[in-house]
Structures are given as structure tokens and as C-alpha cells.
């Protein structure tokens, strides 16, 4: 049999787990169920099963976030492919395949979404193996779940008669409630998990046949990409050019080979905040509380903050603090939070795409402090990270070490500042700041000027590639 090869893909935004998911650190990269984020808690669940390292395919913006969640699960990934824009999975997979192929003769890719829950892993690996023989055979399987109940938040498969293995008869779209009872009630209808297990030649032969545009520009968006040590960047033109699609629409609602085989093993996409309340470990009244949360009085509340949260005579309710956001909700309307991020994007506000704090490649700042004309922001920098040679046109800055330490440039000289050193950077100034130790470096910068914003950098140099 050939050898498993795991495919993980980890490039959505995940904003309906919003405010603590947002675009620019979807919830795959969130330890939302246990102490592992959801990207890593999926490479842990395959391993077992897992004849490779896995394939990731992310979001050029989250690479290096994608690059250390891996590393501190110790696997080193057989190829971390970024995507220049989304396309969907259909072509996703496609490059997937197409980079497995030219790695080994052919492999059998399992496709899985990385920001999924699955509570039995041990179910998980028996249906995998068994659907590995199937796929061996050529067929093209998908994972469909038993439902525990109606549910309109997902798709559906319709199956053929029989046990393990059977044919797929039809995929539907999301229902309403009375559709869902209906299908529920027939036993012949799973959740559609968006799990997949195929050759990647047979993937890449469907693609051919049916979706020949979406594989062309695949080849070529990989034939064109750039590579380094760490990542495939595909070339954008190309990837551009493909079709966007669902692997569902594009080849399993098409093919004759596609077959499912039923899983019961606690999954959950964990699509909203009332999702995540149903997989979580609850207490007797049925409260499910993350951080520090003092409650009197609640029955069947979700809560998730670092501050002080205090509930009093709730039920149902949904409260989600962050640095610079609260949300709270009754937990039947949570699906509403889209609304909610659409309406702060329309008013041109960053909190639909970014934290207070933000993470870069060589560590995070977050700004605890702005005001008209300076801004201050605390920052760490990564054990042997550097941040990029640059200038601003309309701010100076002062830096304070509080722990750590820092090596500086400034200008023509380089100084070393231990803990409780500082230094000035004054406007127009050529600077980097590194860290050359082998702890955490944290400062204290102290903007000032007339325009503050993050796009008064001009880099001349930056070991990241972002120098412009």
C-alpha cells in the first residue's frame, strides 16, 4: 500500500471566531481546545498514521507563524507551500498533489483542514485505515460524519446503502432546520467534514478531465515558484489564473470514484463560538470558562478572556475578551458575529484584521499606549532575531531594554544596551534592532512625530525578504 502523506491546509481567515480570530492570526494558529493550537493539535492527531511529513499549504501572510508552530512540534514539513492569494481548496490540493508527485513516484494525500476538532483519535486512525485500502484502489474518499443531531451550519452527503465503505450519491448545500430533521431522520445523510484520502495521481487525473484550466494553472504557479530553505512561494500571475473552487464542486460532485466512509469521532469545525462552548470540557452547570473567570449563578455560558472576567445570573451567553475588544452574545445568535466584522470593516476600522498585539517573524509588539503625536509599544524580539535596516520619514523613537539584550544599530556606530539601558533614534536615522542573546530581548519604544502609522518604514535590508 502507498504510503500516507498528510496535506494540511491552513489558509483561512476564521473570522467567525472573531474577536480573538481575526485575519491576521486566523484560529488555526489559537490553542482554542487544549494547550496545542489548532494547527499543531492536527499534525499530532495524523502522525500515527502518517508515512511523511506533512504537506502544509498556508497564507503567504502567516508563514512564519505556520513555520514555528511546526517547529515546536518537531516535525520539519515536507514542503510548506504559500499561497499568494485564496483560491479555494480545489486548487490548493492541486499544488498539493502536483508537489507530492514530483517528490516520490505517487502517495496517498490526506487532505484535512487544520483549525478542525477531533475528540477520538484512536476512530479517526481506524477510519483512515480503512479508507486507505479504498483509496489505494483508486477511489477518492471523503470522511463524512455521523451527525449528533440537525445541524444548518453544515453540508451534507447523501451515501449509498451498506457498511464502511459506500458510494457517494450527492452532496448538498447547508439546510434549513426542517431539511436537516429530514435528513437526519433518514440515516443516509453525514455531515460533510471536508476531510479527503486519494492517490495523487488519481487527484491529479480527475483535475485533468474535469478541471483542466484549474490544473494548468496550478502546474504553472508551481513550475514558476520561487523556493529557499523554509518555502515554495507560488508565483502569483499563475496561481491568479486558476478557477476557484471547493474540491466538492470541482472533482467529487463530478467523479464516479468518489466514495465515503462514515466517521464517529467527536469532530466539530468548530465554526462559531457556540461550537467551540459544545467541544469544550464544561463544569456541572454547564459553563465551559477559559482564563480567569469568576461566575455566580450561570448555567450553559461560554467564556474566554486574560482579564478578570465576572458573570453574574447568566445562561446562554457568549462573552470573548481581548486586548483591545469584548464581544458578547446569547450563544444562538453567535453566527451573527460575521455581521459585526463586516460592519468594522465598512467603518474602516483595524480590528476586524489585526490584534492589538502583532507578530512578525522575529517576534511581536503590542501598542499599550497612543495618544496625538507618540505611541508606545512594548516589543519582543526572538532569541537570534533581527529586525530589518530601516528609516522613518516622521517619527524618532526611544527604546528602553526592560529585560534581555540588545544589540543596535544607529547610523555608522553599533552599541550594546543591557537591561535598564535605553537609546535614541532620532528621525531619518538609518537603525535595526537584534537580539543577539539567548533569552528574549523586551524593550519599551516610545514613538513620536507626525504620522505614526506602520507604513513610515523604508527597509534596506531584512533577512525576511521584506526590504523594498
Known sequence: MLPILPVILSGGSGTRLWPLSREAYPKQFLPLVGEDTMLQATWKRVAPVAGAAPIVVANQEHRFMAAEQLRECDVAPAALILEPIGRNTAPAIAIAALQARSTCDDALLLVLPSDHVVRDDEAFHAAVREAAVAANTGKLVTFGIVPTGPETGYGYIKSGAGLGVRAVERFVEKPNMATAQEYVASGEYFWNSGMFLFKASR?????????????????????????????????ADAFAASPSDSIDYAVMEKTADAVMIPLDAGWSDVGSWSALWEVSDKDASGNAHHGDVIEIDCRDTYAYGTRLIAMVGLQDVVVVETDDAIMVGH????????????????????????????????????????????????ITVNPGASLSLQMHHHRAEHWIVVSGTAKVTRGEETILLAENQSTYIPLGVTHRLENPGKLPLELIEVQSGSYLGEDDIVRFDDVYGRAK
Open 203 to 235: 487527484y491529479l487525473e480527475e483535475l485533468k478531465t474535469l478541471q483542466p484550466a484549474m490544473l494548468s494553472a496550478c502546474e504553472q504557479a508551481l513550475a514558476k515558484a520561487t523556493r529557499d530553505t523554509d518555502f515554495i512561494r507560488l508565483d
Open 331 to 378: 450563544r444562538d445568535r453567535v453566527q451573527d458575529v460575521k455581521e459585526v466584522v463586516a460592519r468594522i470593516k465598512r467603518d474602516g476600522r483595524s480590528e476586524a484584521a489585526a490584534h492589538r498585539k502583532v507578530y512578525r517573524p522575529w517576534g511581536a509588539y503590542d501598542s499599550i499606549d497612543n495618544g496625538s503625536r507618540f505611541q508606545v509599544k512594548r
